[in-house]
């Protein structure tokens, strides 16, 4: 190489790709993080699912500048020798480095304050409403009203995962165990797990959690094959029940998503009861606690079991919007089955990301993420600033020759619904032999 540097191949660093053994390459510098992916904030499955690669577009996109001068530890002395950037990485990092000078990561307008304002008054209002006001209607209004706040703090603990949005790191995490755990009963820590690996592997069949949900929901005849989740651990069985369910999944879907909290809340205790290690488990546990507290209380003060029961699922049903916009985010992109590659990272944004059009006034409805390939291309970006940047991501795609989708809320539900249908048809396909039960076979023999 005519110096002193030593140097290793892209197929050597690609044996280091195991929990005990895992390298990684960024900027073409090799470097040791089998110990340190035990410790990442952002957890080991992202590091995981990335060694054994140059993963320099990704560390760019989740990393502050200031986590550069942490690597040197874990340097091995090796330089990838056949390091290259392509034409988009290259367009990227420096629209990123654009981004940094301009100080976009760090200005994060006052959407905080107002969101928090917002979020008090309409839990204020849901109590009075159940609390001091009387008839049915009013207390379903109620209802709605919680599940609106819920659409909206989501949005808050999303923002606090990918940025500090708070003063300090303390309050930031205090911000999300009171948005996440404690207003909407789903723990942080289950979302930062996977979140994080849902932005590492974009629409992965096996690799991308937010996709595999057998045996309820398929957007892919490729997870018929039965494939097996590295996310989870175990295999995605598509067996007699899951093959029913997916069959008719075109007219299930808005249903499902009415009622998609009750396994984000059973995902949440899963995790936190499990052996796994799960940072600030007790601050989550104590957070879901509180939850369970306040809302069946909330919920007991309404005066019979009907106005019960409807007021939970008319908070279910309105905030089932949120649940729907984050699929029509992905169902209807394109998928792959694979771990996903370092070298190709814009590339796997564009292809697993579709924009929801809308105008600006709406843009603390959707809580910004209508603009999901700007945020997954800049994660750390505060939501402020999406609408800012969508025009040079659009360039950017169309100068790269790759796709750039926004659609109207009701475009993306069409193509969510068809995606699925095709799908649905593909499961009923009686030459896919999958053991059929009776129940199959009795609504389905005549067609």
């Known amino acids: 190489m005519g110096d002193n540097k030593k140097y290793i191949s892209s197929d050597e660093l690609k044996k280091h790709n195991k929990f005990d053994d895992l390298w990684i390459s960024i900027q073409g510098k090799v470097y040791n993080v089998t110990d340190w992916a035990k410790e990442h904030p952002g957890g080991d499955i992202p590091l995981m699912n990335l060694a054994g690669q140059d993963v320099t577009d990704a560390f760019i996109a989740f990393h502050p500048g200031t986590a550069w001068k942490y690597l040197d530890r874990f340097f091995t002395g090796y330089y990838l020798e056949d390091f290259k950037v392509s034409e988009v990485s290259r367009d990227y990092r420096r629209l990123h480095s654009e981004f940094s000078k301009a100080g976009m990561f760090e200005k994060k307008g006052h959407g905080v304050i107002y969101s928090l304002c917002f979020v008090a008054l309409l839990l204020f209002t849901c109590v009075y409403g159940v609390l001091y006001c009387d008839g049915f209607w009013v207390h379903m ?36 165990i009171l948005t ?42 490729k997870l018929f094959h039965s494939l097996t989740s590295q996310f989870y651990g175990r295999k995605l069985t598509f067996d007699s029940l899951s093959r029913f369910f997916v069959s008719y999944q075109h007219i299930t879907y808005y249903p499902v998503m009415c009622v998609a909290r009750v396994n984000l809340y059973l ?43 409807f007021f939970v699922l008319t908070s279910f049903c309105v905030c089932s919007v949120q649940h729907i916009q984050f699929t029509l985010n992905h169902f209807a ?115």
């Not at 990918?162 to 303390?170: K, V």
């Not at 979302?191 to 959690?209: E, F, G, I, Q, R």
């Not at 995790?271 to 989550?284: I, Q, T, Y």
């Open 141 to 176: 209004f109620s209802g709605g009203l919680l599940g609106f706040l819920w659409m909206q703090v989501a949005y808050l603990g999303h923002d606090s995962g990918h940025y500090q949005i708070m003063t300090t790191r303390g309050f930031n995490k205090l911000a999300q």
């Open 180 to 221: 996440g755990n404690c207003l909407t009963g789903i723990s942080i820590a289950w979302w930062k797990w996977t979140h994080n690996a849902h932005h590492v592997s974009c629409n992965s069949l096996d690799y991308d959690p937010d996709l595999q949900h057998l045996p309820m929901l398929a957007v892919s005849s």
């Open 267 to 309: 995902q949440t205790l899963l995790l936190l009861f499990s052996k796994r290690k799960v940072p600030d488990r007790a601050l989550n546990i104590l957070g879901i606690f509180v939850f369970w507290s306040w809302f069946p209380l909330l919920v007991s003060c309404l005066p019979n079991w009907n106005e019960r029961v």
């Open 333 to 447: 992109a394109n998928v792959y089955v694979g771990a996903p590659k370092g070298n190709d990272w814009f590339e796997k944004q564009t292809s697993g990301t579709i924009d929801i059009a809308c105008s600006s006034w709406m843009d603390w409805f959707f809580g910004g993420l209508q603009f999901q390939l700007e945020h997954h291309l800049f994660p750390r970006l505060p939501r402020c600033h999406l609408r800012n940047v969508s025009p040079v991501v659009r360039e950017l795609c169309k100068k790269h020759n790759l796709p750039y989708r926004s659609l109207s809320f009701f475009e993306a539900n069409m193509w969510t619904l068809r995606t699925l249908r095709t799908a649905a048809l593909e499961a009923r396909d009686f030459s896919n032999s999958i053991p059929k039960n009776l129940l199959w076979e009795a609504v389905n023999t005549h067609g």
